[in-house]
């Protein structure tokens, strides 16, 4: 790689540009690319909270790392630290410290891991050599006055502000969830019977928002820093037991809102965050998703603060891990979709631990061009997700016929393509389409990359000759 690149690389990587310094990286030709800008690149993506495609990013060159590449081993166990996978994180680190056994930066990561854990044993170990090495920044994370072991709270005229806001939009709080070793002072769980205002058991985190997230460069006009979280049981759910078949739910609601402020992390609509193995021996659930809130009426997504800052409160949805995977590889808006139609509103609502797994089933499609070989053709600014159908995607027949309609997201940007053949049964079976960016779509037809920047009501089809040809909207 030219030293100029390396050199405007290392900059754009100090001064936090994350997401400029990943362009930088994929602009560049795979001979360029060392090992150690892979490594940069991944910790970029970690940076931005795109902590799976960071571990990919590092598992795909893992056959070339030596046993002694410290920086490799460290951001390996950082990506397995953030998506929660301990014992992965630990054996990453211990490959640093076989290198070199006073490597700080390990010790310091181990101690957080233990807290984490729960394991006194391992944090009392790591804690004695991360202090012995660097006793000033120690102190600063574990010491007694450590900021990061201080949680925020509310004011009284914020909390008084965000309990009316609950109660009048949610519903009467009847008590708050008393959980052992998970109850905070400042950060708790309200829980609110069914009512005419919601048929469900409702629990809602009270204090989560006192903590400002550190939202990335960019998305401090799209999402909302402060948040609490509001998950929907079954009526009948046992709120006197504290076993874990029956406080999974509330254990981990207060372990997100914690954890956001401890890891200085932040959480947003279409997060997902594995539990890397299921809450409890009763449920295979094992990550949840964020979804805006649904149920209630607009005014209750927000609650205003004396200062006029904003509360603005998420859905927790518990999901299954072949769920997250789906996710993950087809996007926040195809899984919310899958679960709308398999099981219509109740995903959003009462919680059963025994509902389907909508994506157990569900077999990888063999598409017509690999994803390995998806190209960069298309400049595009804006929201570029499309729904195409299985006859191009699959099959890989030309488009035949194009429309576009009014966005259902902040994603989508509208565009709906067919090949022209497909009947109302095939179109009526969702497993029949899904959801791609339209630069997956020029791949698959350059030709319809001349009509994208068409407004909304516009539609073409293909004539006999093969040209596009506009449609009257009145016959869609």
Known sequence: MDYEYMEELEELMFNDKYEEAIELINSL???????????????AYSCIDKNKKALKTLLDISDDIDDSNIPYYFELAHCYYSIHKYHLA???????????????????????????????????????????????DWEEFFGEN???NELSHYTEDEYNAVINHIEKYFGHIDHFLDIPEKTFDNIKIACIPPSDKCRMLTFITVGMGSYKMNLPEGYENIFSSRTELVAYLPTEWDLKST?????????????????????DSWIAPGHTISNGSPFAPNTK???????????????????VLPNGDTITFYQFIPIY???????????????????????????RGAININRQNVCENLKEKNWAIPKSSIEHILEWSGSDGCY???????????????????PQSEYDSGWRFMAGDETQEYMDNSENMGIYSLNTLCNYDIDISDYLESPVGSAFYRNQKGDFVEADPKNI
């Not at 076993?243 to 372990?255: A, D, F, G, K, Q």
């Open 146 to 148: 450590a900021v990061s």
């Open 388 to 406: 195409a159908t299985d006859k191009i995607m699959v099959e890989n027949k030309p488009v035949g016929f194009m429309y576009r309609e009014k």
């Open 321 to 347: 891990e072949e769920e997250m995977v789906y996710k993950i590889n087809n996007g926040c808006d195809a899984l919310l979709k899958l679960l709308t139609e398999k099981l219509f509103v109740s995903f």
């Open 243 to 263: 076993s874990p078949e029956n406080t999974w739910i509330s254990r981990y609601m207060l372990t997100l809102a914690t954890m956001i402020q401890f890891d």
């Open 285 to 303: 659930f094992n990550g949840v998703i964020i979804d805006n809130l649904i149920l209630m009426n607009d005014k209750a997504v927000n609650a």
């Open 29 to 43: 030709d795979e001979d360029e690319i060392s090992t150690e800008i892979t490594i940069l690149l991944a910790h």
């Open 90 to 136: 630990i054996k990453a680190l211990e490959k640093c410290m076989e290198t070199d056994e006073n490597f700080t930066d390990g010790w310091m990561l181990m101690c957080f891991i233990a807290i984490d854990k729960d394991d006194s044993e391992l944090f009392e170990y790591a804690s004695a050599k991360a202090k012995e090495l660097d006793e000033e």
